[in-house]
């Protein structure tokens, strides 16, 4: 008789993530042990060190995952002999600006999800695949600059702009306008959502790789560096919405 194994539920939650969006999918991992009770409300989560290991990331990640969970009011940290990372005994709801119009549910979320990685992983493949104008190079270069330097408040915005910046030096004004829809969509699913600092400085450093890789004429990359952006986007949207 063939034995069988059989993987506990955090075993297979504590596996290791992807190294293009550590941050983003730790997050995602660690919210869906505390939201599925594999982490009960009161309960220690395991060790830094043994989530690092079996996450496959590094400390600093874990930590900065750790603490934009704590921000959101899910953990709290307590230092001594008995201290550690704990699942708070009751877990935040939406957040009060949260807007009523969308009623987040798994087919709601994942026929947004699906649409937007379909139209942005295609215009960015589609933009580095054109010639260029300068002045097409430069609105790129621009809005990549205000979404860098834009402040928290002012951030969602600024962002919105750079990524329909991508699809309008496509010279298609049918995609443009298809982005604008799927956007609002998206962003309506982000509001619901805080916005994690972290996450903030890892996406800014995925918009210069997709701009630089459209700017450079490769189509390839560019879809593989908007993909991989939106996926981490995604995590963070099936962990706190799903």
Do not use: C, W
Request: charged letters at 25%; hydrophobic letters at 45%; glycine letters at 8%.
């Amino acid at each position: 008789m063939e034995s069988t194994s059989v993987v506990n539920a955090g075993e297979a939650l504590f596996r290791p993530v992807r190294a293009g969006n550590a941050f983003e999918e730790t997050v995602e991992r660690l919210l869906q042990a505390i939201r599925l009770g594999v982490v009960g409300a009161g309960e220690r989560l395991p060790s830094e060190r043994e989530l690092a290991e079996r996450l496959g990331v590094s400390r600093v990640t874990l930590r900065e995952a750790i603490r934009a969970l704590s921000d959101a009011g899910y953990v709290e940290s307590r230092r001594g002999r008995y201290g550690g990372t704990f699942v708070n005994e009751t877990l935040p709801g939406p957040p009060e600006h949260a807007p009523d119009v969308v009623a987040v549910d798994s087919v709601v979320l994942e026929d947004a999800l699906s649409l937007r990685y379909v139209l942005e992983t295609g215009a960015a493949e589609m933009a580095a695949a054109r010639s260029l104008s300068p002045a097409d190079r430069q609105h790129l270069t621009g809005t990549l600059a205000e979404a860098a330097g834009a402040e928290l408040d002012d951030y969602r915005r600024k962002d919105s702009r750079l990524h329909l910046a991508i699809a309008e030096v496509t010279a298609s004004g049918s995609l443009t306008t298809a982005m604008a829809d799927a956007r609002t969509r998206v962003n309506q699913l982000l509001d619901r959502i805080p916005l994690l600092q972290p996450n903030l400085e890892h996406s800014n450093a995925q918009h210069e790789a997709i701009v630089d890789a459209i700017l450079a004429g490769d189509a390839v990359a560019a879809r593989h560096a908007m993909a991989e952006h939106i996926e981490g986007t995604a995590s963070l949207l099936r962990a706190f919405l799903s």
